[in-house]
């Protein structure tokens, strides 16, 4: 058979095949099985071709045929690791930006209280008596005692593992109830962001009051960074699902509520991240007594800016179109 011959007999089958290559690359559904046999035949061509020593455009039209179907047939499988990288990459940093007031006012409703409480605690016991009773203060200042630290002991790597559990359990409640009391018109966040932050600015007061500051700071000092702004976007996913309830514009009440989901979702997404990330560190890194606080400070400014660097910088100028 002439290359000619050869050519006009099989061009008709690599043009369809070339056509169902593209389809497949777009995402379009294809016909798999005759993926699969065309491939085959491409093959049976390609090695006909170079034994025959046929044209050179002939063997590259068919090398390049075979290599972009391997690729797609073949192609190594990443679980969803692509998808979510860029869910992480792109989509969240967008998805918060694309919320800035609300995330702003739900940082407000948080920070300040938060602020507020710390100065007040420094003053004197009242203030955080009048949040906590005096059996809880005592055991927050047992848990940072010297030589008595309950979370900053030494333990094992079964321990470790457990109290990662028990941190994801707490952080993750702490953001699903500031996103879910959202419904309540977004009055329940807000309450929660609020009480969340005069508690934990009282107790930081406390402790700090009561001379314990050495062993606190270190400890919250880095997974602080994911914890907190996970809460505040937590707080700014319920603000959203409660604007959507208290102001539905012409849409129905039902229908807004769906489209304000459709926003808070990517929020508590990315809070949910944070909270995990916050549990990982507070179980593993935050606990370990053998690290000097001067390097577990060091290593919190870095997660602070890399948490602003991602929720401000991230994803900016591309698109969330696949």
Not at 4 to 30: C, M, N, R, T
Not at 91 to 118: I, S, Y
Not at 165 to 188: E, S, T
Not at 290 to 316: D, F, M, Q, T
């Amino acid at each position: 058979m002439t290359p000619l011959h050869f050519e006009a007999q099989y061009s008709a089958l690599w043009a369809d095949f070339a056509e169902q290559l593209e389809q497949a690359k777009l995402g379009k559904p294809v016909d798999a099985a005759l993926l699969a046999a065309r491939y085959r035949r491409v093959c049976e061509n390609l090695a006909l071709a170079q034994s025959r020593a046929y044209p050179v455009h002939l063997v590259v039209r068919l090398e390049n045929l075979a290599q972009d179907a391997h690729q797609l047939i073949y192609r190594r499988q990443d679980y969803g690791l692509h998808a979510f990288g860029r869910l992480l990459r792109v989509t969240l940093p967008n998805a918060v930006r694309a919320q800035g007031r609300l995330v702003l006012l739900a940082l407000a409703l948080f920070a300040l209280p938060l602020g507020l409480a710390f100065m007040l605690a420094l003053q004197g016991p009242d203030f955080a008596l009048r949040l906590m009773d005096a059996a809880q203060l005592r055991e927050y200042e047992a848990m940072y005692a010297d030589g008595k630290q309950h979370m900053g002991r030494l333990r094992e790597a079964g321990d470790d593992w457990q109290m990662f559990g028990y941190y994801i359990f707490n952080n993750v409640g702490i953001g699903f109830r500031c996103f879910g009391a959202g419904i309540l018109a977004g009055v329940g966040s807000a309450f929660l962001l609020l009480y969340n932050g005069l508690v934990i600015g009282a107790v930081a007061g406390h402790l700090v009051r009561a001379g314990l500051g050495h062993n606190f700071w270190p400890f919250v000092a880095t997974h602080s960074s994911f914890e907190l702004t996970g809460i505040v976007l937590s707080g700014a996913a319920g603000l959203a699902l409660g604007l959507g309830w208290l102001a539905p514009g012409r849409r129905t009440r039902l229908e807004a509520l769906r489209a304000a989901a459709a926003v808070a979702v990517p929020l508590v997404y990315a809070a949910f991240f944070l909270l995990l990330v916050a549990a990982a560190f507070e179980a593993f890194w935050s606990s370990a007594v053998w690290i000097a606080p001067a390097v577990k400070y060091g290593v919190a400014g870095l997660c602070w800016g890399l948490v602003l660097l991602w929720l401000l910088r991230a994803g900016r100028g591309v698109s969330d179109a696949r």
